[in-house]
């Protein structure tokens, strides 16, 4: 008598539990008054209806429901073997997209992202070559635009690197300390217009120096260690005075980063903070970059300050220096290839660590997509969530707009 018993909608209908519904001919107790018309007993009537159908399939009175799936037919001449006798299969929890997200271990928001911008004095927006999509901006107009386009989708924190005239580029990089300098009245503009704006700054000398390196440079070509230093204080000073939020010393001088708290707490910038580029290694991913400052060191390399791309222990070095010194932040650059780098920092410290997915691994991901040899977006996404799951909070990288835009599911 299957067919006395209503059939269940398919899309679940309350109204038709509720005993609004005739109740089914083969039951013999009416339903009480109130439960026809109001809504007070409703209780009571659910629990007469449900006890009703519970009788009916007590009673063999089964209701129909769709059949059980046949099986899905398998290609002509797949094998037949018995099935192997597994007690865990981990495809189990990635059978679908439901399950998958479920069971995410790593999630990446455009507030993890920190996104590189290049200024200039111009007013033109000039294209950097090796790296599609970035411009040197002009501080007072494009560089407003690209901020606004960044807070729009949710990215609030941002790093200045500035392209310096060669007129005011120095063998000591003075200029870096200037107030009136291009960082410290971009900052000013910046934080006039956003004061929430996470404004970041790189301190270093390199984009100051004549010789193109990050600190200054003695007649034999030793960088001086300690003169540096004393520079890099007066260069974060007139950063903190124009407003950054979060200096940055990518400089890997020894002893930086003490000598900066002290210097910044002196004059009564307890409140900035300090992100220091903790491994920085002396790696050709950085190629792009110097072309966009034109801050390619005159001659020889960095290998006396930036560290080994051999080198694993001698990071857990820097970790020790730069967390005694007070760091607030701890940076592994670059991102990729340095992903054992970046679960060394974060197994070993409680700081935050950042990422800096350099401009040489931009560059690569950006022509690899312009060639169609690779799907340019999923890649870039892969690699910031990579950058993630090693264990990085924030990532510097060139993708954060792009990468922000995505994940709000904005197409361009
Ligand atoms: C220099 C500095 C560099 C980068 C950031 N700050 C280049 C270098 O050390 O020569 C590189 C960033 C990139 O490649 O995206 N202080």
């Known amino acids: 008598m299957a067919s006395s018993i209503p059939s269940a909608p398919s899309a679940l209908n309350c109204q038709r539990y509720v005993g609004l519904r005739a109740p089914p001919r083969s039951f013999k107790f009416t339903l009480p008054q109130a439960a026809t018309n109001s809504r007070s ?59 998958r997200s479920a069971f995410q271990e790593t999630s990446i ?45 949710g990215v609030n924190s941002v790093v200045l690197f ?8 120095s063998p000591t990089g003075d200029e870096a300390y200037n107030e009136n300098g291009l960082v410290p009245r971009t900052i000013r503009l910046l934080k006039d217009k956003y004061p929430d704006l996470v404004i970041y700054t790189d301190v270093a000398l390199d984009p100051y120096s004549s010789d193109g ?24 000073v007139a950063q903190a005075q124009a407003g950054a939020d979060v200096v940055s010393p990518s400089d890997m001088m020894d002893g930086r980063v003490g000598a900066l708290r002290a210097a910044l707490d002196a004059e009564g910038f307890q409140h900035v903070s300090i992100m220091s580029y903790t491994a920085k290694y002396a790696s050709s991913f950085y190629g792009p970059f110097r072309e966009a400052l034109d801050s390619n060191p005159r001659f020889g390399d960095k290998k006396t300050y930036q560290m080994n791309p051999a080198n694993y222990r001698e990071a857990l070095t820097e970790m020790r220096e730069d967390e005694s010194e007070g760091a607030d932040i701890l940076l592994v650059k ?17 700081l935050p660590i950042a990422a800096y997915q350099v401009s040489g691994e931009y560059a690569m991901i950006k ?46």
């Open 41 to 99: 007993p409703r209780l009571f009537v659910v629990r007469a209806s449900d006890s009703e159908f519970e009788a009916a399939v007590v009673a063999g009175n089964v209701p129909p429901a769709p059949p059980v799936p046949p099986k899905p037919a398998a290609p002509v001449g797949t094998p037949v073997v018995p099935s192997l006798p597994l007690h865990r299969r981990p495809r189990r929890n990635r059978k679908s997209p439901a399950l």
């Open 109 to 153: 928001s455009p507030a993890n992202f920190v996104y590189p911008l290049f200024i200039h004095e111009g007013e033109e927006d000039t294209p950097i070559g090796a790296m599609p999509g970035c411009y040197r901006l002009g501080w007072r107009h494009g560089l407003v635009e690209e901020v606004t386009k960044a807070r729009d989708v």
């Open 162 to 169: 500035p392209k310096i005239p060669d007129a005011l580029k």
């Open 213 to 236: 390196h990050d600190g200054i440079v003695r007649e034999d070509g030793v960088i001086m260690n300690d003169e540096t230093v004393h520079q890099l204080c007066k260069q974060a």
């Open 334 to 350: 670059p991102g990729l290839p340095y992903l054992d780098i970046i679960r060394l920092l974060r197994d070993n410290s409680p």
């Open 367 to 412: 022509a690899a997509g312009a060639l169609k040899m690779i799907d340019e977006e999923k890649v870039m996404m892969e690699s910031l969530m990579c950058l993630r799951r090693a264990g990085a909070d924030i990532i510097l990288t060139y993708s954060a707009l792009q990468a922000a835009r995505c994940l709000c599911g904005e197409k361009r």
